[in-house]
């Protein structure tokens, strides 16, 4: 079946680079997410591959993706204090009608 | 602010009661999800649906019901409530029934608690 890994804690210091890493299963996925959760609040949309790119850079933010291995990266450049968040990785099976199946979160600390 | 709304921000009722969870999607997205996140299941899809009809169910218990009115918001219903319905539910949208489009935006979450 569908699954998204991720592992659960990364701690960096400010103005380093984060990397947080993402594992998935289904092959036929078109589209893979990256969402950040602040503390009490929703889901932000951060950005998004479709499946036959393998890097998208924004900004601060830029998306590995290795198809072949089935694992997504996002590295977080000169990453600040309100860059602490959990993140989630995301992917829309291909046989989806647009729902998507989400990984336990990666819980982001950044230390000053 | 992504633009879905969502109301009321929190619940709390007793077991055994019955909720309505409101959901107002972005202007011009025609699709609907919503997803149940709490800690022990993490993000679970519960059902979408797409200009009035659903489009997919996903882990949706059958005390939970949703539909999708002609102004496209969307009512999710919870009934006979037990202690581990209490959960964070958020509404999401999309422009497209999902096969086309890449962007899903996420409402703030209405955080209900059953006693």
């Known amino acids: 079946g569908e699954d998204v890994e991720q592992s659960l804690f990364l701690s960096v210091r400010e103005g380093d680079s984060s990397v947080i890493n993402c594992t998935y299963t289904?092959?036929?996925?078109?589209?893979l997410y990256w969402y950040k959760q602040e503390p009490g609040a929703g889901l932000q949309l951060l950005t998004y591959i479709f499946s036959n790119m393998d890097m998208k850079q924004d900004q601060r933010l830029t998306v590995l993706l290795n198809k072949k291995d089935k694992h997504l990266s996002l590295r977080i450049a000169d990453t600040q204090t309100g860059d602490s968040a959990i993140y989630f990785c995301?992917?829309?099976?291909?046989?989806?009608?647009?729902?998507?199946?989400f990984g336990k979160g990666t819980k982001l600390s950044v230390k000053p | 602010d992504s633009g879905v709304t969502q109301t009321p921000k929190h619940l709390i009722t007793a077991t055994g009661q019955r909720v309505t969870l409101r959901c107002s999607p972005r202007s011009g997205d025609l699709s609907v999800y919503w997803y149940q996140q709490s800690l022990d299941q993490g993000l679970q899809f519960l059902i979408q649906y797409y200009n009035g009809e659903e489009r997919a169910k996903g882990n949706i218990l059958e005390r939970f019901s949703a539909q999708q009115f002609p102004d496209l918001h969307s009512e999710l219903n919870l009934s006979s409530l037990e202690l581990g319905d209490s959960a964070l539910y958020f509404c999401?949208?999309?422009?497209?029934?999902?096969?086309?489009?890449?962007?899903?935006?996420f409402g703030p979450g209405t955080r209900l608690t059953v006693l």
């Open positions: 995301a992917e829309r099976p291909g046989g989806s009608q647009g729902n998507l199946i």
């Open positions: 999401a949208s999309s422009v497209a029934s999902g096969r086309e489009g890449g962007e899903q935006f």
């Open positions: 289904d092959s036929s996925s078109t589209y």
